[in-house]
């Protein structure tokens, strides 16, 4: 397979994934395992199609100033975003071939469009001056500045939006919703939003747990570099962080269930879980799981856990991972807001990972920098009450619920819990933590200890 067929594999990426209920990550990982890909291909596959939709507004906005036609295919307007990011982000890929195979895609299915495509990235390459520019930042003109993670991108002419129009400019420098951007700046103030939205353009660590059910650290750091891969050493006592771009699953050690990928902000949120030996803990919208595979290795093969989602394929998936990894819990499909109907076992701790607006993990969750409006937001903080209500019955006295999400707004963290506590008069808090993400450390997220009186 050639680069050209990646490249149409990315356009059908980004044009299946503007669906509402598919990520862009479970289309391209279909599509690396349908047309079997070698490692080289996966990965520019994986570039092209993530770091185009993690742009998107920014590519959107470059591409509409050569653009004239208001209304194009969905086909060519993905070419077009598709090339525009090879031209403006990527600097291994020569000009003319991100040109010339990008158009070769477009002859495949629409050759009727391809001199349309062939122009417009012609007149992208053209209004470039510099990639990867080592100017000083404080010399730069934002307006002619396209930021990176590598270097920023130096146009010829002022096409990003004015800087007078602050919260524009920066929903397009960082493609981000303009909604977003007022949070940020409201909440973290100019200074610490800029640092959380350049964080959200970086790619994020691989990190890994060892599953200590299995083996250690240095056992696992051991084969790992006899294995050829690089591995660097992380805060967590349980994480290694490696350097590897191929298809993760193919590696022995994690077909032996030796590890599983997590970052270490997660890691973090289930310590604070304080689980002991012999304990019973409930883990609630728990799919895919790895927090409860670090809860059971803290119960030492003593007490038990059940695990809960709300969707049953998520379900199975647990399934999958936990006979991987040798977990041994108790699985329930099952709606966490009425589980107290469900269940008639109480639980020392009850860990609630809720759905949230993943402000915390832009850098991850690629598509949810487009879907956190005041909507989505309303939609979500209800739904976290529900199901802190809905769970709260099951913990026993004494016992500790762990309220935790992957968002960094008051308005999903600090706030349901000071609702929740309003309402629950038989509940205390304990500890109660936010964590920034940053570019080079952890994700985001928060946790708060809420403990029956």
Not at 12 to 29: C, G, N
Not at 108 to 119: F, G, Q
Not at 161 to 178: A, G, K, M, Y
Not at 324 to 341: H, I, M, Q, Y
Request: aromatic letters at 6%; one cysteine or more.
């Amino acid at each position: 397979m050639n680069k050209a067929n990646a490249r149409s594999l990315a356009i059908e990426a980004i044009i299946r994934s503007k669906r509402k209920t598919i990520f862009v990550e479970t289309v391209v990982h279909s599509l690396q395992n349908r047309h079997k890909l070698p490692d080289s291909e996966r990965r520019l596959l994986e570039e092209l199609a993530f770091g185009t939709v993690r742009r998107k507004l920014t590519l959107s906005h470059i591409v509409s100033h050569f653009l004239k036609r208001k209304k194009i295919e969905p086909f060519v307007e993905a070419a077009l975003l598709v090339g525009a990011y090879q031209l403006l982000f990527l600097s291994k890929i020569p000009p003319y071939a991100a040109i010339n195979e990008t158009v070769e895609a477009v002859k495949e299915k629409k050759p009727h469009t391809a001199s349309l495509v062939n122009a417009i990235l012609r007149r992208i390459h053209e209004s470039i001056e510099e990639k990867d520019s080592d100017k000083p930042f404080s010399s730069l003109d934002l307006q002619k500045t396209i930021l990176a993670p590598s270097g920023p991108t130096i146009l010829k002419t002022p096409l990003l939006p004015p800087l007078s129009d602050r919260i524009r400019h920066l929903s397009v420098q960082f493609s981000v919703t303009e909604f977003l951007v007022e949070k940020f700046l409201s909440q973290f103030g100019e200074k610490q939003a800029q640092e959380l939205l350049t964080t959200s353009i970086t790619p994020p660590p691989l990190t890994i747990r060892t599953n200590t059910l299995k083996t250690n650290r240095s056992e696992l750091k051991k084969s790992l570099i006899e294995s050829a891969i690089k591995v660097y050493p992380s805060r967590h006592p349980s994480a290694l962080s490696i350097r590897f771009s191929g298809d993760i699953a193919q590696l022995e050690q994690f077909k032996k269930g030796w590890f599983y990928v997590q970052d270490e902000s997660a890691m973090f949120v289930v310590d604070a879980l304080l689980v002991e030996a012999g304990m019973a803990v409930l883990d609630c919208c728990a799919a895919p799981g790895g927090k409860t595979v670090a809860i059971a290795e803290s119960l030492e093969k003593k007490g038990f856990i059940v695990a809960t989602d709300g969707n049953y394929k998520r379900v199975l998936q647990m399934k999958e991972n936990f006979s991987r990894l040798g977990v041994k819990a108790s699985l329930l499909c099952a709606d966490a807001t009425s589980l107290s109907n469900t269940l008639n076992t109480r639980f020392d701790r009850i860990l609630l990972d809720a759905p949230c607006s993943n402000s915390g993990v832009l850098r991850r969750r690629i598509e949810a920098r487009y879907r956190i409006t005041q909507e989505n937001l309303s939609s979500l903080t209800k739904l976290q009450d529900s199901l802190l209500d809905g769970v709260a019955p099951l913990l026993k006295s004494n016992g500790i619920l762990l309220y935790a999400t992957c968002s960094i707004l008051k308005e999903e963290n600090e706030e349901r819990v000071g609702a929740f506590l309003s309402r629950h008069p038989e509940f205390s808090l304990g500890k109660m933590m936010t964590g920034l993400p940053r570019r080079d450390g952890t994700d985001g997220f928060f946790f708060a200890q809420l403990k029956r009186k």
